[in-house]
């Protein structure tokens, strides 16, 4: 026989010990139980926090390839204010450099195969040209 047992054996009798050995076993029992539900609680938690490290990574991921994104975009419209801006200095050029040439004209006379019908189409021709640099610079 165990210690336990032993120890209850002399004159208090057999009926002691069996009770006193039940409601051992029913404690043991609810100490199982106990850690048991507390086994399940954390395995439970487990899983929740596994889940939400995978959702946070995948929230990462998607941060980041928003910055990607982000840098490209703005990449992409650095480079297209550059070339808007070499377009409309070219533009520019071309306007700066159909003024001179008519103001040349307008000082010096109209050759005879450059001649117009009337006075007023080299001013509509420029009103047209500023139109057109004017939508090209600022498309709306």
Known sequence: MSG????????KGNER??????SY???????LEQVSANSLLVSGFSDRMEQMQTQIKGVEERV??????????QQCSDQSISA????????????NA???R?????KNGVPE??????????????????VNVHKLTFPS
């Open 113 to 130: 195969k450059l001649s117009y019908s009337s006075g007023n189409d080299i001013d509509t021709i420029n009103q047209q040209i500023n």
């Open 25 to 31: 076993i029913a404690f043991l029992e609810g100490q």
């Open 102 to 106: 008519m103001d040349e004209l307008e």
């Open 84 to 95: 808007q801006e070499g377009f409309q200095q070219n533009i520019e050029n071309r306007v």
């Open 4 to 11: 336990y047992s032993r120890k209850f054996e002399g004159n």
């Open 17 to 22: 010990l069996t009770t006193d050995r039940a």
């Open 98 to 100: 159909i003024n001179t």
């Open 64 to 73: 980041m390839n928003s910055h990607r994104s982000v840098k490209l975009l």
